[in-house]
């Protein structure tokens, strides 16, 4: 992706996220500027990162449920995949620190990415979290998720 195309995918991320919740720009040393803020699929805070990478020429969003001290059993992990089986794009990954992350992409080449792709790149992440975060929670905490 050439710099001009980096950057102008930058001030798309940027300015679809600014008026989120908790809404920051981080320096980062490949890819100039992650972008964190929160969404919350009922009533627990989640971070949220989005950047623009650009070798891999995509914009990358990663949910993150925080690590509840789970450790990475047969059980979480099947459960992931089947959930990963029946959703219609992106997946859960049980990360080495504990924390789940749904995780998703679009890859544009060298191109600026269309407003409505990258509002539906970040709707879509919050729809697949939302609708799996009762089950999510139920493997990291052992029990049902209240209110």
Known sequence: MTP?????????????LVDAPGFVELPDPLYGILFQCQFTPCCVPLAT???VNPD?????????????GVQPSLEVLTALNEINA???????????SGEVRFKSAVFLGDAVAPEELLAHLFASAGDMVRAQFP??????TGAAHTH
């Open 135 to 140: 089950r999510i929670s139920r493997l990291l």
């Open 56 to 68: 891999n020429e995509g914009i990358f969003v990663r949910v993150i449920v925080p690590s509840l």
């Open 49 to 51: 990162l989005a950047w």
């Open 4 to 16: 001009d195309n980096h950057r102008a995918n930058q001030a798309l991320v940027r300015r679809l």
């Open 86 to 96: 029946t959703l219609p794009i992106g997946s859960f990954v049980f990360a080495e």
